[in-house]
């Protein structure tokens, strides 16, 4: 009985050290060690010894199960090493390898002009109001002192959705919705949004396009606070020494009306291809608050006055980085896109 041990010991140590892998290794042990392997058949079989062979044998058979099963655990230890190693060198990285690029967006140039606006109005104490792209003909035309038939409609012609429903062709009638919400109270709003119109799309013009409305009503809004309020915008898209020019103008709903423009960023005014040689670029439309407009929206024209202005925001956005053509701004090609990312601050 001692030989076999001896023999099986060795057998299931040989056969322990060939296993190349856990599995293998498992199978070794359940064969050698397991309920029915040959060393617990010969715990079974004890039971025929004689008393005084038996707890001799019995010692024998443990020290054989325990060395079997301490070099299994030893063995087992190297395996799981090298399986570790082995999933390692499968899953290593080259540090080395160049990383790749990761793509990211960044703002269009026309978001980031109206934000910039948008900042810049804020700070001076102004809300932001918004209104519907898809407005009553009552307020793009009628609340603003264009009423039906007024020849003025003709330079806004627009896409209709029913007779007294359109497509809104400025945001304008922000500031007939804005008068009629704050019923006589104060306002200090700006107002970004899509409008439509139909023009023919060139360089300049589009069939749709961004505007911001800024609208100021209160007790003695003069002329000069329109003014000095422009004079900061100008200064801020384009610079510190950048100066505005106030010409008489027309528009149903401001009297009086101006248009607005603003020196020339590249000659200075001293007139070039930019400015088409007369030093000033045209950047807005603006005026007091017509008194028919104010008394339509429930304001005493005689106690309160104000002053509106609708800036182009392409038209700015055009100046500002020198974009040549306004479908650029449309046309959500990269390589027109991508050049803002350097510029993105
Ligand atoms: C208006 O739309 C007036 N609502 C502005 C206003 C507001 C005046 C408040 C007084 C008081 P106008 O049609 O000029 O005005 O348009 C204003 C600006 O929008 C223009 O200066 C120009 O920059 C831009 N704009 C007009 N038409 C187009 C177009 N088809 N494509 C791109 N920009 C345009």
């Known amino acids: 009985m001692e030989q076999q041990l001896k023999q099986l010991e060795q057998e299931a140590l040989e056969k322990l050290q060939a296993a190349t892998s856990l599995k293998e290794l498992n199978e070794v042990r359940v064969a050698y060690l397991g309920k029915k392997g040959p060393i617990t058949d010969l715990l079974k079989g004890m039971g025929k010894l004689s008393p005084e062979e038996r707890p001799k ?7 054989v199960r325990e060395y079997v099963t301490a070099e299994l655990e030893k063995k087992a230890a190297v395996l799981e090493e090298q399986a570790i190693q082995e ?3 499968k899953e290593s990285v080259d540090v080395t390898l160049p990383g790749r690029k990761i793509k990211t967006g960044n ?3 026309l978001t980031r002009v109206i934000e910039e606006i948008e900042d810049l109005f804020v700070s001076m104490g102004y809300e932001i109001a918004e209104g519907p792209e898809v407005e009553k003909d009552y ?7 264009l009423p039906k038939g007024h020849p003025a409609r003709d330079m806004q012609d627009t896409f209709y959705i029913t007779e007294e429903t ?6 304008s009638p922000v500031q007939a919705r804005t008068m009629e919400l704050k019923k006589g109270e104060p306002i200090r709003i700006i107002c970004p949004g899509k409008v439509f119109r139909r023009d023919n799309d060139d360089a300049t013009h589009s069939h749709q ?3 911001i409305e800024g609208l100021v009503i209160g007790e003695n809004i003069h002329m000069s606070d329109l003014k000095g309020t422009l004079d900061a915008l100008a200064k801020k898209m384009f ?7 106030l010409r008489p103008s027309f528009f149903p709903f401001t009297e009086p009306s101006v248009e607005v423009d603003v020196s020339c960023h590249k000659c200075g005014g001293s007139g070039c291809n930019v400015c088409k040689h007369t030093g000033w670029i045209e950047i807005l439309g603006a005026g007091m608050v017509h008194p028919n407009v104010l008394e339509m929206a429930g304001y005493d024209s005689k106690k309160v006055s104000g ?7 392409e038209r700015i956005a055009m100046l500002k980085y020198g974009v040549d053509d306004i479908r650029h701004f449309y046309t959500n090609d990269n390589r027109f896109l991508s050049q803002f990312h350097r510029t993105e601050g």
Do not use: D
């Open 239 to 245: 610079g510190e020494e950048r100066e505005i020019r």
């Open 57 to 63: 044998m019995g010692a024998l058979v443990n020290t």
């Open 139 to 145: 307020y793009n035309f009628e609340a603003l002192n």
């Open 166 to 171: 359109l497509l809104r062709t400025h945001t």
């Open 307 to 313: 002053f509106a202005f609708g800036i182009g925001a």
């Open 209 to 211: 396009f961004m505007q």
């Open 87 to 89: 999933q390692l060198e």
């Open 107 to 109: 703002r269009h140039p």
